[in-house]
């Protein structure tokens, strides 16, 4: 593998975007996103684009793994760096929101900016709730799964987070599943104690995906939502609640390759090292989207319908719950004979399997989705 090293010396001022898989060793009056980083080692994961912003005179030594990684340097009169969202922050200043909800398109710096929010919010002595609702590129849940967590430190990633609570879908695409997503949001709202709560969405936009959002903000009782890009914000218009409409992160963009190999980091996060464990069929419930589904020895069957035949089951993405709530993850190998075989990380005990469109690779290195109607 690839890898450049530079020592970067630069004035106040200047803000080094860098690009992942890196390592940036900062010494002088430095910033990534509210967080103070003079003296640390920051490493920075692929895909991830950081704004690193000099106050005073600093020297920042990078090292740049692979092609995919990189750097540039600009200005902050450039609308890069957190400057851009001084209007949001001073809307939580002023209003104190409880539930926040951020919206716009793909890479348009959602997650980023959550992430700046809960640095400002903790280091103001506010605890913060994350919900991170983006089935297709989540941070603190796998893939086909939301999360829920509060912040108790300043981060730099939300990948570095560990959820508390999960809703399981078991879709990577929000469109067709809108009711079960405001569903998950709800219940995890529900169970966090916060001062503040930032809902975190995927980039589904458009008039659909605006119709959907105001339907899940108008659910959550939102009192600020904020709305990263040129969206229409028509569709958002809703009583009680404040709209600030800020500029997209013109971070560099993401490809559909490294959308894809953020997702597969993920699914290795939550699955590899697990074990093979074997369960009886009958001991246990299956459900796929809240519903029941049967497993026969011919295939899964809803309302009398087979919708997959078994042996499509092996290589399955699914969850392990336990009373509805979700324990652990899975990659089911074999249904037969009334017994089924996985490999999970999960130890603990679990009454029913959640099924989803997503078949992983044995070595989780490609995901495959299913087309099943239910």
């Not at 967080?35 to 005073?56: A, F, N, S, T």
């Not at 104190?96 to 280091?123: E, H, Q, W």
Request: proline share 2%; glycine share 10%.
């Amino acid at each position: 593998m690839n890898e450049l090293s530079r020592i970067l010396n630069l004035d106040a001022g200047s803000i080094l975007l860098l690009k992942g898989r890196a390592t940036a060793k900062c010494k002088g009056r430095v910033t990534i996103l509210g967080m103070d980083v003079d003296g640390r080692e920051v490493k920075v994961k692929q895909g991830k684009v950081l704004p690193i912003e000099v106050h005073d005179s600093a020297t920042i030594s990078l090292s740049i793994e692979g092609d995919e990684g990189g750097y540039s340097i600009v200005d902050k009169e450039s609308r890069v760096g957190t400057s851009i969202w001084q209007s949001v922050i001073d809307a939580i200043r002023d209003y104190r929101p409880k539930r926040i909800m951020l919206v716009g398109a793909t890479d348009t710096g959602k997650s980023t900016l959550a992430t700046y929010i809960s640095n400002i919010a903790v280091a103001e002595g506010l605890s913060v709730g994350i919900i991170d609702s983006d089935i297709g590129q989540g941070d603190i849940a796998p893939p086909a799964c939301m999360g829920s967590c509060i912040v108790r430190e300043q981060v730099l990633d939300l990948r570095d987070l560990d959820a508390d609570m999960y809703y399981f879908i078991g879709r990577i695409t929000p469109a067709g599943v809108e009711d079960h997503l405001i569903r998950g949001v709800m219940h995890l709202l529900n169970h966090l104690n916060a001062d503040m709560v930032v809902v975190n969405t995927d980039g589904y936009v458009g008039d659909q995906g605006l119709r959907y959002k105001a339907r899940m903000a108008e659910a959550i009782n939102a009192d600020l939502i904020v709305m990263l890009g040129e969206e229409e914000e028509g569709s958002m218009d809703l009583q009680n609640t404040r709209i600030v409409r800020v500029d997209a992160s013109s971070n560099i963009q993401k490809s559909r390759d490294e959308r894809i190999a953020r997702r597969i980091e993920q699914y290795k996060r939550f699955l590899e090292g697990g074990k093979h464990v074997r369960f009886n069929i009958k001991s246990k419930e299956f459900t796929m989207l809240c519903r029941r589904v049967m497993i026969m020895s011919y295939g899964v069957v809803v309302n009398g319908l087979t919708i997959i035949p078994n042996d499509m089951l092996a290589g399955m993405f699914v969850a392990l719950a336990f009373m509805d709530d979700v324990m652990g993850f899975a990659i089911l190998e074999r249904v037969e004979g009334g017994t089924a075989t996985m490999v999970t990380k999960y130890e603990g005990e679990f009454n029913k399997v959640m099924l989803s469109n997503i078949k992983l690779s044995r070595d989780i290195s490609m995901e495959h989705r299913l087309n099943i109607i239910i």
